[in-house]
Each structure stands twice: as C-alpha cells, then as structure tokens.
C-alpha cells in the first residue's frame, strides 16, 4: 500500500519577484493619487483660511468703518528729522486678532510700546503661531520670522535707525495688496498701450483697497496718512479689487521653487537687495511687523529683480512686492474685497491683474 505524500511547495524566486513588482507597480500608481488628494485638502484649508481673514476685514469694517491696516508711530527729531525711532505700531494682522477667535493675544499685547524691541514682556505674545496665517502646502518646519536690523541702518527713510530693530512673531502666509508701482504699473497700469488692451492708460489711482499709516509722533508736517480704506473708496467694486492674496513662506527667499541664500546668490545676481531684505526681517513675514507695504511691481521670469520689477507676478518670486506666490500648483488663492476667494493663475494677463489690485482706477475687468 502506498501511502500519498503531499508536497509542500512554497514561492520560487521568480514568482516572488513578480509579486514584488506588481506591487511596486500598484504603489506607483496610487502614490501621485494620494499626493493630489493630501494636496487637494491642504488647498481646501488654505482656502478656508483665506475665507476666514477676509471675513475678519469685513467684520473689522463694521465695527471700525474701515478696513484694519498697518500703522507705525515714529520719532524723527525736531525741527529737522535726523535720526528714527519706533514708538509703537499695529500690523493689519495684530489688528484682526480678535475677529480671527485670538483676543487671547491680542489683550496680551501693548500696543502703546515699541513693538521692535524683544527686551518688552508683553512683545513676547508676537511669538504665537496662529493656524489661520499659515498656509499648510507651504514648506519647512520653521514657523517664525524675525526682524534683525541693527542700529544706525537707514531702512529707506533717509534716516538711521537709533536702535537695533529685534522682533521675533509668527510667519504669516498671506498679504494685502497696497497697490501697483515700478515697471509692473509701467507695463500694465499707466502705459501707451493698455488703451489698445481695453484698459485706460494713465490716470485714476494706483493704490489697493488696504492702506497704511506712518505717523510721525514729534512732526506731524510728515505724516504720510492715506485715507482710510473704506469700502466705499473703493469704486472698481469690491469683487473687481483684490483685498489679501497668498504670499508664502518669507522667512526664506524663493525664485521659483529654488531657495536663494548667501551660498547661491551669485546664480541670482539680481536677487541680492531682496535676499538682504528677507535676512533682516524687512518684509512682513511675520504676523507682528508693520513693515509690509505690500506695492507690487512684479519680477522677471526667472525670480529676480534687474531694475524696479518686472512683468511676473505670481509664483516668480515669494519677496515682498513680487507679487503673489504660493505652493499650490498653477497658481495662488486671492480674497476679494467682498469677502470671497479665488484662484488667480499664474498665467493671468498682466493688464488684468494690475486692474484687480487697484482699488478706484476705473478699469472694466475682465474675466479671470
């Protein structure tokens, strides 16, 4: 009698590298699938924060009759300005707090102190990271910006600074347009061609809907005090005007998706004033500094900055003034100043965006 034996056969080698690959091959094509996805929901937040800041500028309105802005209180010297010091100051962010659920930090903070000097205690609340300031598909896990100037530096006003300028606050993600300026309003706003493309050459007002204020405390003959940003000075409508708009990860400066530092800057010779300004803090990058005139008057294609802007506005260049940049793929989330959020390309016609930023020029806008 024979007895029947049973084999006990497992995987040759072939037949396990063949399972291998079928999964390697199922893994490839799940993986852009899943990167779109989690990409899709970072958008999808960074959207909603846009929503919530600009329903913070509109509840602001209605209690304040304006729009929040950036305000800085300075001494110059009398009777002839000759030297610069920060009194005290309020960035439009500072300024939303509590309409964003963050009285909490805002009660925290004296607003009556110079807001430059880390030595205060109560300037130590500008430490905060605020979820709402943060787009999610921005890169790095540094989350704070700092403002690093050091004393008798002339910041742009002719005068040296009579102490060093030290602020550390939470990186913000986002921006208000001030307005349009340099070859940017060349090209697109104030030009001899922009008849020819349906918009009006010349005339009407550069500035955005978001103004600013610099108060000059001991000589009030050089206060440069725009009129309040109300809604109502804003005649191109307030779903034809751009009222914040992604610009993204300034504590580092970007040309494209490179990162320029000290170590490459002679790959972008003209990135060097905007790679100097971004290491001593001077562009708005955090949610405390009230140095973000945002003016944009765009770069060149490939990030830099050959003479006073450039024709590129979106995604060439995360400096302040560039324009807008983010890392969501094509382009960069907008709020209008009515309140809702867009997708702006980074295709945009230059005449069409430049007319989206200001406020009361009086262009008919097309489609974007």
Same mark, same amino acid.
């Given at each position: 009698?024979?007895?029947?034996?049973?084999?006990? %056969?497992?995987?040759?080698?072939?037949?396990?590298? #063949?399972? /291998?690959? /079928?999964?390697?091959?199922?893994?490839?094509?799940?993986?852009?699938?899943?990167?779109?996805?989690? *990409?899709?929901?970072?958008?999808?937040?960074?959207?909603?924060?846009?929503?919530?800041?600009?329903?913070?500028?509109?509840?602001?309105?209605?209690?304040?009759?304006?729009?929040? %802005?950036?305000?800085?209180?300075?001494? #110059?010297?009398?009777?002839?300005?000759?030297?610069?010091?920060?009194?005290?100051?309020?960035?439009?962010?500072?300024?939303?707090?509590?309409?964003?659920?963050?009285?909490?930090?805002?009660?925290?903070?004296?607003?009556?102190?110079?807001?430059?000097?880390? @030595?205060?205690?109560?300037?130590?609340?500008?430490?905060?990271?605020?979820?709402?300031?943060?787009?999610?598909?921005?890169?790095?896990?540094?989350?704070?910006?700092?403002?690093? #100037?050091?004393?008798? !530096?002339?910041?742009?006003?002719?005068?040296?600074? @009579?102490?060093?300028?030290?602020?550390?606050?939470?990186?913000?993600?986002?921006?208000?347009?001030?307005?349009? %300026?340099?070859?940017?309003?060349?090209?697109?706003?104030?030009?001899?061609?922009?008849?020819?493309?349906?918009? !009006?050459?010349?005339?009407?007002?550069?500035?955005?809907?978001?103004?600013?204020?610099?108060?000059?405390?001991?000589? @009030?003959?050089?206060?440069?005090?725009? *009129?309040?940003?109300?809604? %109502?000075?804003?005649?191109?409508?307030?779903?034809?005007?751009?009222?914040?708009? *992604?610009?993204?990860?300034?504590?580092?400066?970007?040309?494209?998706?490179?990162?320029?530092?000290?170590?490459?800057?002679?790959?972008?010779?003209?990135?060097?004033?905007?790679?100097? /300004?971004? @290491?001593?803090?001077?562009?708005?990058?955090?949610?405390?500094?009230?140095?973000?005139?945002?003016?944009?008057?765009?770069?060149?294609?490939?990030?830099?900055?050959?003479?006073?802007?450039?024709?590129?506005?979106?995604?060439?260049?995360?400096?302040?003034?560039?324009?807008?940049?983010?890392?969501?793929?094509?382009?960069?989330?907008?709020?209008?100043?009515?309140?809702?959020?867009?997708?702006?390309?980074?295709?945009?016609?230059?005449?069409?965006?430049?007319?989206? /930023?200001?406020?009361?020029?009086?262009?008919?806008?097309?489609?974007?």
């Amino acid at each position: 009698m024979r007895l029947n034996k049973r084999s006990n %056969r497992g995987f040759t080698l072939i037949e396990l590298l #063949v399972v /291998i690959a /079928i999964i390697a091959i199922l893994i490839s094509l799940l993986l852009p699938a899943v990167q779109q996805a989690r *990409e899709a929901a970072r958008r999808t937040q960074c959207r909603n924060n846009m929503k919530q800041l600009g329903l913070a500028f509109h509840n602001y309105h209605d209690v304040y009759l304006e729009f929040a %802005r950036s305000t800085s209180g300075i001494l #110059v010297g009398t009777p002839a300005p000759s030297f610069l010091t920060v009194a005290n100051g309020t960035s439009w962010c500072t300024a939303i707090l509590p309409f964003i659920e963050q009285s909490n930090i805002y009660d925290s903070l004296d607003l009556t102190v110079d807001l430059l000097d880390n @030595t205060i205690a109560s300037n130590a609340a500008y430490n905060n990271i605020i979820p709402a300031f943060l787009c999610p598909s921005a890169p790095g896990s540094v989350q704070t910006a700092t403002v690093a #100037v050091p004393m008798g !530096t002339d910041v742009g006003l002719g005068l040296p600074t @009579t102490s060093a300028w030290n602020q550390t606050s939470g990186r913000v993600d986002y921006e208000a347009a001030s307005g349009v %300026r340099g070859d940017f309003s060349n090209l697109y706003a104030y030009c001899a061609t922009c008849n020819n493309q349906g918009y !009006t050459s010349g005339g009407g007002d550069r500035h955005g809907v978001v103004g600013w204020a610099l108060v000059v405390l001991d000589n @009030t003959a050089l206060n440069d005090m725009p *009129e309040a940003s109300k809604i %109502r000075n804003c005649t191109d409508g307030t779903s034809n005007t751009i009222l914040l708009g *992604e610009l993204a990860s300034r504590n580092t400066l970007y040309n494209g998706r490179t990162e320029v530092t000290a170590a490459n800057i002679a790959s972008f010779p003209n990135s060097a004033t905007d790679l100097t /300004i971004v @290491t001593v803090g001077l562009n708005g990058a955090g949610w405390g500094s009230t140095l973000r005139e945002n003016w944009i008057n765009g770069r060149a294609f490939d990030g830099g900055n050959p003479s006073d802007g450039g024709p590129c506005s979106v995604n060439c260049s995360n400096a302040l003034s560039a324009g807008w940049y983010s890392w969501h793929p094509g382009g960069a989330t907008i709020a209008l100043a009515d309140g809702s959020v867009r997708f702006i390309s980074e295709n945009i016609g230059g005449f069409a965006h430049a007319a989206l /930023i200001t406020a009361a020029k009086g262009e008919v806008n097309p489609e974007f």
